[in-house]
């Protein structure tokens, strides 16, 4: 998000390269080989369009088509690399996450805030607790997960607006999908500084997180511990993994930079964080 005017934004834009991105993140589980006229059909976008944009991340190699099908080549991966390289938290968190993982015996993971989602950034998986397949560059609705809980806590309110009105989906009976349950939810977790999600993103799975600040005090990205029912329940994750996710969580943030006792801001707008 940006402080600049919604016009201003858009003179700045540059129609061909957001066009580009929107072909490129067409492809996905259900089209992992689209035709041409997949492509159209998801994007909106007219056929010479599409075809003319093909051509050209073919031509960087970032796609390939054979018999009229279409698909992702490697080099789509060092875009992520690049995020990864350039990011010095995801560096920082990395051996924290593996000695989190260690002690509790279960998946570690660090994930940022993108619009209504939550985008894993780094993980270290123990077991396979959920059905998708999460890896780095997941991403999970906002509303119905730990991590998203504790970046929209500390997130200004037009974040949490933008999630509110982009609609909060029953994934199971026990999501929370109604927006003053939402609010009250997101200021339970600011008071007690963690936040605990059970089975809201998927049946049988609950998970903690803890934020991660940077320098200025601001809450860049969530530390999570995710398990099953079956393993743990609600009160023990609160008991026995809680203190330690919280910890860690500020062990890696007084190792990107942040001292306890710095007034948060937003990274977004400037603005003190959690006005929802």
């Given at each position: 998000?940006?402080?600049?005017?919604?016009?201003?934004?858009?003179?700045?834009?540059?129609?061909?390269?957001?066009?580009?991105?929107?072909?490129?993140?067409?492809?996905?589980?259900?089209?992992?080989?689209?035709?041409?006229?997949?492509?159209?059909?998801?994007?909106?976008?007219?056929?010479?369009?599409?075809?003319?944009?093909?051509?050209?991340?073919?031509?960087?190699?970032?796609?390939?088509?054979?018999?009229?099908?279409?698909?992702?080549?490697?080099?789509?991966?060092?875009?992520?690399?690049?995020?990864?390289?350039?990011?010095?938290?995801?560096?920082?968190?990395?051996?924290?996450?593996?000695?989190?993982?260690?002690?509790?015996?279960?998946?570690?993971?660090?994930?940022?805030?993108?619009?209504?989602?939550?985008?894993?950034?780094?993980?270290?998986?123990?077991?396979?607790?959920?059905?998708?397949?999460?890896?780095?560059?997941?991403?999970?609705?906002?509303?119905?997960?730990?991590?998203?809980?504790?970046?929209?806590?500390?997130?200004?309110?037009?974040?949490?607006?933008?999630?509110?009105?982009?609609?909060?989906?029953?994934?199971?009976?026990?999501?929370?999908?109604?927006?003053?349950?939402?609010?009250?939810?997101?200021?339970?977790?600011?008071?007690?500084?963690?936040?605990?999600?059970?089975?809201?993103?998927?049946?049988?799975?609950?998970?903690?997180?803890?934020?991660?600040?940077?320098?200025?005090?601001?809450?860049?990205?969530?530390?999570?511990?995710?398990?099953?029912?079956?393993?743990?329940?609600?009160?023990?994750l609160r008991r026995h993994v809680v203190p330690l996710l919280v910890s860690t969580a500020e062990a890696i943030s007084a190792d990107y930079g942040h001292r306890r006792g710095t007034k948060a801001r937003s990274?977004?707008?400037?603005?003190?964080?959690?006005?929802?």
């Amino acid at each position: 998000m940006s402080t600049m005017s919604t016009a201003e934004n858009s003179r700045d834009l540059i129609q061909s390269i957001e066009r580009g991105f929107a072909v490129l993140l067409a492809f996905d589980a259900d089209r992992p080989n689209p035709t041409l006229a997949e492509l159209a059909a998801a994007t909106g976008l007219s056929r010479p369009a599409v075809r003319r944009i093909l051509l050209t991340l073919q031509h960087l190699g970032y796609v390939h088509g054979e018999s009229g099908r279409w698909s992702l080549t490697p080099r789509v991966l060092s875009i992520g690399q690049h995020y990864s390289a350039s990011h010095a938290m995801i560096e920082t968190a990395q051996p924290h996450l593996l000695r989190l993982a260690e002690h509790t015996g279960e998946s570690a993971s660090l994930a940022a805030l993108d619009g209504t989602e939550v985008v894993y950034i780094a993980r270290v998986p123990v077991r396979r607790i959920m059905s998708i397949n999460v890896s780095i560059g997941t991403r999970v609705p906002a509303h119905a997960t730990s991590m998203g809980r504790v970046l929209l806590a500390w997130a200004p309110r037009s974040c949490v607006d933008e999630v509110i009105e982009a609609g909060l989906p029953r994934l199971t009976d026990l999501t929370i999908t109604d927006p003053v349950e939402l609010r009250s939810a997101l200021r339970t977790v600011r008071e007690q500084g963690y936040a605990i999600v059970s089975e809201e993103l998927e049946e049988g799975l609950v998970s903690a997180s803890a934020p991660v600040r940077d320098r200025s005090g601001a809450v860049v990205a969530a530390l999570a511990s995710s398990s099953s029912i079956g393993r743990s329940s609600v009160d023990e994750l609160r008991r026995h993994v809680v203190p330690l996710l919280v910890s860690t969580a500020e062990a890696i943030s007084a190792d990107y930079g942040h001292r306890r006792g710095t007034k948060a801001r937003s990274t977004v707008t400037g603005e003190h964080e959690g006005f929802f």
